[in-house]
């Protein structure tokens, strides 16, 4: 039977293996990261110690890690999967930011998670677009991990304005009791998967009642870092 050849989302060229989504030579063509904060991976002089927003203002989770900045060609394919009804894009995303973490974890500054959290839509949202993207990229970051993916965790239980239309008070503001967790994680090393970070207002909200429930630590995993 013939089967029609899967091509890299990228260049578009025939793929090997067609699961991966992008190249191998597309993946080492990237843009290089630039020297980030470990804790809240905005620019700063040291890839392995908080910067000093970070020790002044430490943030609620122990690590930040993230695929790409905000920028080509990744922002396109983001944009492409978020909201052109292109959920296939989940895997091949989900593969770059694993990549990034087994980078971080090599170095031993990262704890393997236990649980892996994805933050939730409104229900109404969540019709609109027929998926929660977040929940597209956790579920083969853990399988891949071996880890406990728990989708119904988090509850957005009150519906907000797109947060790219505010400023970040009003970000803080919008997001002001909008989460609910109903899960017991005490003690868990916990991973929390969002597609974009910009301002931090989303993790930080979630974080808050994360760490309410006593987790043993918090690493916020995200596609694209807006610095």
């Keep these: 039977m013939l089967t029609i050849a899967s091509r890299c989302w990228l260049c578009q060229q025939p793929l090997q293996l067609a699961k991966h ?3 191998s030579l597309c993946i080492r063509h990237l843009p290089e990261l630039p020297c980030c904060c470990p804790r809240c991976g905005l620019p700063s002089g040291n890839t392995r ?3 000093g927003r970070c020790i002044l203002r430490p943030p609620l989770w122990q690590s930040l890690i993230f695929a790409s900045v905000y920028q080509l060609p990744i922002s396109t394919l983001l944009l492409r999967f978020k909201f052109s009804s292109t959920p296939e894009l989940a895997e091949p995303l989900a593969r770059l930011l694993l990549l990034q973490w087994l980078a971080r ?3 031993g500054s990262v704890a ?3 649980v892996l959290l994805s933050i939730p839509l409104h229900l109404r ?3 609109h677009r027929g998926y929660n993207q977040s929940e597209l990229l956790a579920r083969p970051l853990a399988r891949w991990l ?3 993916y728990q989708p119904y965790a988090l509850e957005r239980h009150r519906a907000t304005v797109a947060q790219q239309r505010l400023s970040e008070p009003k970000r803080k503001l919008n997001l002001r009791q909008a989460f609910t967790c109903n899960s017991s994680l005490a003690g868990k090393h916990v991973a929390l998967i ?3 970070v910009t ?3 989303t993790i930080s909200e979630v974080s808050k009642l994360l760490n309410k429930k006593d987790i043993a630590s918090l690493q916020i995993w995200c596609i694209c870092r807006t610095l």
């Design 49 to 51: 110690l908080p910067c």
């Design 105 to 107: 974890w090599r170095t």
């Design 125 to 127: 949202r969540y019709r």
């Design 146 to 148: 071996g880890c406990d």
């Design 21 to 23: 989504g992008i190249c």
């Design 112 to 114: 393997r998670p236990e």
């Design 194 to 196: 969002d597609d974009v």
């Design 199 to 201: 301002t931090g207002s």
